[in-house]
């Protein structure tokens, strides 16, 4: 059997050597400039947990010290709520997809619509990149359309029913609070993507 002579040998392991170092070298490249403020969903759900009670005692009081004033009972229509809770979920993810389509100038095929099973967690999940104001509009929107603003109307027309979809939507948009805190630093004009899997983005480094 013919013998390799070491020396090729060595030689062979060099290049191998030499090969994968420049391989891990491009992946880090493609990687380097991509900043990472996303957390788990699992996570994303256990601070929403805990931010969303005292956000929600809050509104509460101021509720009911106007509903208190105005001398008016809480009136509930339980198959309304629930029902409207539901649409809610449905719509909080299309108000996502229709703000990074008309603010970040995307085409709908650019958003993707889905649950993650493991969370049972809802979402719209942009493919492409977008300038981070866009972005920062598109998850913004669903909490203060189904959230904060029925919230107000609330208090204005002193709605039981309003108050209780306003509390449940605001809590529910915990994860797109949570993902503007983490971009609060990100300057005007840079370029986000939406992470995959997690509540937030990369940030594009130029």
Not at 130 to 156: D, H, K, Q, T
Request: contains cysteine.
């Amino acid at each position: 059997m013919f013998k390799r002579h070491p020396y090729v040998q060595i030689s062979r392991v060099l290049l191998f050597l030499l090969y994968n170092y420049k391989l891990s070298k491009e992946k880090i490249n493609m990687t380097e400039n991509k900043r990472d403020l996303s957390v788990s969903m699992a996570r994303t759900n256990v601070i929403v947990l805990f931010t969303s009670l005292p956000i929600a005692i809050l509104q509460f009081l101021i509720f009911n010290t106007v509903r208190g004033a105005a001398d008016v009972e809480m009136s509930l229509n339980l198959l309304v709520l629930l029902i409207a809770v539901f649409l809610g979920i449905v719509i909080h993810e299309l108000i996502h997809g229709i703000s990074f389509v008309i603010f970040g100038r995307k085409s709908f095929s650019a958003v993707k619509f889905g649950i993650q099973w493991k969370t049972l967690t809802p979402y719209a999940h942009l493919k492409e990149p977008v300038e981070v104001n866009a972005y920062r509009i598109g998850a913004f929107m669903p909490g203060f359309l189904l959230g904060i603003l029925p919230f107000f109307l609330s208090l204005l027309f002193v709605d039981s029913n309003l108050f209780l979809f306003s509390l449940i939507n605001t809590a529910a948009a915990g994860g797109d609070w949570l993902i503007l805190w983490l971009i609060r630093d990100v300057q005007r004009g840079m370029l986000v993507e939406d992470h995959p899997t997690n509540a937030g983005c990369y940030v594009l480094e130029p």
